[in-house]
């Protein structure tokens, strides 16, 4: 596994309710036995406004914060795990981005799940979790998949099997 700890920018996206930032969770705790490795949620950023909007002036202040905060540890040598929707190529090309001007790795990993899985997976979240129905839906159908990267399905895989795959994945990234 020593391989796949190279210092990395591995950038998940999916649908709200994916189960990003629960996959993005266990391959932290795995890449972080070896080298440090930091995780970093939009959730957690949004959280910071009173009433999140999920508006386009919103999400573009959260993902530059994003940004921010990759373009400070990234060149310090440690992994960095981006856990965020990225709903369009063009916010996954701007992390691709910062990755090549540090000449570091990158992995994308998109997850997805049917449209009922999210819904109730949302449904299951913490109020202060909790997306928008409306917005859930709306991400579902407006989710560009990207071209470069890996796609895994939540349905059909336990979070530790995706892990798994992501970490095989890296390993052939790092060579």
């Not at 950038?11 to 969770?25: L, M």
């Not at 570091?104 to 009922?116: C, E, H, N």
């Not at 159908?141 to 992501?166: A, M, R, W």
Request: proline letters at 5%.
């Amino acid at each position: 596994m020593e391989t796949a700890a190279k210092n990395v920018l591995i950038v998940f996206c999916g649908p709200s309710g994916a189960g990003k930032t629960t996959v993005a969770s266990l391959l932290s705790r795995e890449l972080a036995k070896i080298l440090p490795t930091i995780h970093v949620q939009t959730d957690v950023i949004r959280r910071m406004f009173v009433n999140p909007s999920y508006d386009k002036s919103e999400s573009r202040f959260v993902y530059s914060v994003l940004y921010d905060i990759t373009r400070r540890l990234l060149p310090l040598g440690c992994n960095v795990i981006l856990d965020g929707t990225f709903l369009k190529d063009s916010y996954r090309e701007r992390a691709i981005g910062i990755a090549r001007y540090y000449r570091k790795r990158y992995l994308i990993v998109a997850l997805r799940a049917d449209l009922a899985t999210l819904m109730e997976r949302n449904r299951s979240r913490t109020p202060e979790e909790h997306v928008p129905e409306k917005t859930v839906a709306g991400f579902w159908i407006k989710f560009q998949y990207p071209l470069n990267g890996i796609i895994i399905d939540t349905d059909e895989l336990s979070p530790e099997e995706c892990v798994k795959i992501i970490l095989q994945k890296l390993s052939y990234v790092n060579k």
